[in-house]
């Protein structure tokens, strides 16, 4: 089976090489754009109640697909794509969070963006607290790493842009 999805945009960042964009938006303070094309303009109304969006995104600049890597947060260990937010996955879907700052036309202005700049957008959904907010969350083998290590990742290590030469995860 196939399937085929239709880009509903496009993703302006800062950001033009995949070492120097934050490892998650959460960790980013970068303001960038998203230019929803005009055919999906309707689709906007009433976002701009809403103080943060889930943006659904094609990974079109990364490599081979793999199953097993290394993740930015523990590069000694080959974890399977699945527990990584790794790039390299079979399908190439990203998802962000990010915080809308305001709505012109067709244009998302947001803060917290972690993707190059022209990524294609797939989706965009409403944060919406009740639903998407969890508690008492595991976190699997970053729960581990942060035990074995006795010492939790630092902020330092979770804001800094991906090493040069290095995977992100």
Same mark, same amino acid.
């Not at 260990?77 to 937010?85: A, D, L, P, Q």
């Given at each position: @089976? &196939?399937?085929?999805?239709?880009?509903?945009?496009?993703?302006?960042?800062?950001?033009? @090489?995949?070492?120097? *964009?934050?490892?998650?938006?959460?960790?980013?303070?970068? &303001?960038? *754009?998203?230019?929803?094309?005009?055919?999906?303009?309707?689709?906007?109304?009433?976002? &701009?109640?809403?103080?943060?969006? %889930?943006?659904?995104?094609?990974?079109?600049?990364?490599?081979? @697909?793999?199953?097993?890597?290394?993740?930015?947060?523990?590069?000694? +260990?080959?974890?399977?794509?699945?527990?990584?937010?790794?790039?390299?996955?079979?399908?190439?879907?990203?998802?962000?969070?990010?915080?809308?700052?305001?709505?012109?036309? +067709? *244009? %998302?202005?947001?803060?917290? %963006?972690?993707?190059?700049?022209? +990524?294609?957008?797939?989706?965009?959904?409403?944060?919406?607290?009740?639903?998407?907010?969890?508690?008492?969350?595991?976190?699997?083998?970053?729960?581990?790493?942060?035990?074995?290590?006795?010492?939790?990742?630092?902020?330092?290590?979770?804001?800094?842009?991906?090493?040069?030469?290095?995977?992100?995860?």
């Amino acid at each position: @089976m &196939e399937i085929h999805y239709t880009f509903i945009g496009v993703i302006h960042s800062p950001f033009t @090489m995949q070492r120097d *964009t934050p490892i998650q938006s959460v960790y980013s303070s970068a &303001e960038g *754009t998203i230019e929803v094309f005009p055919e999906y303009a309707d689709g906007l109304q009433e976002l &701009e109640g809403f103080s943060h969006l %889930i943006l659904l995104y094609h990974f079109h600049h990364e490599g081979p @697909m793999r199953l097993r890597i290394a993740p930015y947060l523990d590069h000694e +260990t080959e974890r399977g794509i699945f527990s990584t937010r790794h790039h390299d996955r079979p399908n190439r879907i990203g998802l962000s969070i990010v915080e809308l700052l305001s709505i012109s036309g +067709t *244009t %998302i202005s947001v803060r917290g %963006i972690d993707v190059l700049d022209g +990524t294609p957008l797939l989706d965009i959904k409403p944060y919406v607290f009740h639903f998407d907010h969890r508690e008492n969350v595991r976190s699997g083998w970053i729960d581990r790493a942060d035990r074995e290590r006795q010492v939790p990742f630092t902020p330092e290590q979770l804001t800094r842009k991906h090493p040069p030469g290095k995977d992100s995860g």
